[in-house]
Every structure is written in structure tokens, then in C-alpha cells.
């Protein structure tokens, strides 16, 4: 069974940064492309980076510009750098994989919420 738990995140001013961690243990395939996905209180869930096996990257323009996503597939571990955080950036963040057919069980994602 796999198993995500996402971390790193906090309050933080407007302009600030984070660093998310998404640990995955289990049986998890370092070929599967992950995404970041975040879930803002009453609207649905967004898709906001994505980073194939290989590394190629890809940023919702929303967040392009001011978010990285990178991996380490020896550690198990998605990575989400936030930088000139916002308040519309407020929410909980996830990570998974980018295909509902592929999808592992969702982690309790991290809190991020930005002040103005």
C-alpha cells in the first residue's frame, strides 16, 4: 500500500516562500510522472505543477514563474519551491500522480495559507 504524506507547510506573509516535501513510501513507481495539486476552500481541485520521471516540468500560469516542482526518485520524495507566495495561493497542497486511473490514496496534503 502507498502512502503520501505531504509537508513544509505554514503561515507565510505575501511575497514569503515555502518549501513542500511529498514522502511517498509503499510500492511506488519512480517512472510515474507526480503532480502538486492544492484545494482552496470552496472551489475545486487544481493541478497547479507536474514533473515527469525525467524531470521535464510543467506550471499551471497561475504559479508559473514563482513555483518549482523537482523529485528525487531515490528518496521517494516530490519537492514544491513556492517563491512571491500570494493570498490566492492559500490552500491545502497535494501530491499524486497526474492520472485518476493511477491515482495512489490521497495524503492529508499541508496547509499553506499567505497573508496580505
Known amino acids: 500500500q502507498v502512502q503520501l504524506v505531504e509537508s513544509g507547510g505554514g503561515l507565510v506573509q505575501a511575497g514569503g516562500s515555502l518549501r513542500l516535501a511529498c514522502a511517498a513510501s509503499g510500492r511506488i513507481f519512480s517512472s510515474n510522472a507526480m503532480g502538486w495539486y492544492r484545494r482552496a476552500a470552496g472551489r475545486q481541485r487544481e493541478l497547479v505543477a507536474t514533473i515527469t520521471s525525467g524531470g521535464t516540468t510543467n506550471y499551471a500560469d497561475s504559479v508559473k514563474g514563482r513555483f518549482i516542482v523537482s523529485r528525487d526518485n531515490a528518496k521517494k520524495t516530490v519537492y514544491l519551491q513556492m517563491n512571491s507566495l500570494k493570498p490566492e495561493d492559500t490552500a491545502v497542497y497535494y501530491c499524486?500522480?497526474?492520472?485518476?486511473?493511477?491515482?495512489?490514496?490521497w495524503g492529508q496534503g499541508t496547509q499553506v495559507t499567505v497573508s496580505s
Open positions: 499524486n500522480t497526474l492520472n485518476v486511473a493511477t491515482y495512489y490514496p
